[in-house]
């Protein structure tokens, strides 16, 4: 069955250090690899997507992924984490058909910032 | 930029009654989906609704929930007699429906708690 893991539920940084979140997908097909981001109380906002073409992706807020077929994954980094960065991250994988394209997404990865 | 909307931002309910969670999904797009997250959880599909149908539902989308879209710009989804359990923050998302743009944009969320 489909799926998706992030194996860290919580990661915790310095502000300026590197980023990396893992995520793992399991889908027959070729996929198509969202993050997103999830302030405290707030909505989800599309970071990047992957669906074809070049494998290393840049998003929004200086983030980037690499889609790697042969580790099934799709790591999300950022090479200096600010304080705002604080926040839940989802990696999801849309199951595509004619009529739906639903997500299924991992259960998250809670980033911590210290100053 | 177009967003998606969703009204009321907070709902409280007393167990048994019904709720209808409205969203104004981007125009032009074509694709709606119902997704929820119970507090400390995973973002799971709920229901997609294309042409004016559901194209799909999750097991957790029983008769209790249904969907419409009434007016060509509101999508709404309603919970006849919520239990306990219905509380959760309850996302709609839309998308365009172009091959190649698949991206689904979310709405703030709705959070409902079911006393």
């Known amino acids: 069955a489909q799926s998706v893991t992030q194996p860290d539920i919580h990661i915790t940084v310095s502000e300026g250090a590197s980023l990396e979140l893992r995520c793992n997908y399991s889908?027959?097909?070729?996929?198509?690899l969202f993050w997103y981001v999830q302030s405290p109380g707030q909505g989800l906002q599309l970071l990047l997507k992957?669906?074809?073409?070049?494998?290393l992706v840049q998003g929004i807020k200086g983030f980037e992924a690499e889609f790697k077929r042969s580790q099934s994954s799709f790591n999300l980094r950022k090479p200096s984490v600010h304080w705002s960065d604080a926040a839940e991250y989802f990696c999801?994988?849309?199951?595509?058909?004619?009529?739906?394209?639903?997500?299924?997404f991992g259960t998250g990865t809670r980033l911590q910032v210290f100053p | 930029e177009p967003e998606v909307t969703q009204t009321p931002s907070h709902q409280v309910t007393q167990m048994g009654q019904e709720v209808i969670l409205r969203c104004v999904p981007i125009?032009?797009?074509?694709?709606f989906y119902w997704y929820r997250q119970i507090l400390g959880q995973k973002v799971e599909f709920l229901v997609s609704?294309?042409?004016?149908?559901?194209?799909?539902k999750s097991e957790i989308f029983d008769d209790q929930f249904s969907v419409e879209r009434p007016d060509g710009s509101n999508f709404t989804l309603k919970i006849r007699s919520t239990k306990l359990e219905d509380s959760a923050m309850y996302f709609c998302?839309?998308?365009?429906?172009?091959?190649?743009?698949?991206?689904?944009?979310f709405g703030p969320g709705t959070r409902l708690l079911v006393l």
């Open positions: 125009s032009n797009h074509l694709y």
């Open positions: 609704f294309y042409n004016n149908e559901i194209s799909e």
């Open positions: 998302a839309s998308h365009p429906g172009l091959a190649g743009e698949e991206t689904q944009y």
């Open positions: 992957y669906f074809s073409g070049d494998t």
């Open positions: 889908y027959g097909a070729t996929p198509y």
């Open positions: 999801a994988v849309a199951l595509l058909s004619y009529n739906t394209d639903k997500l299924i």
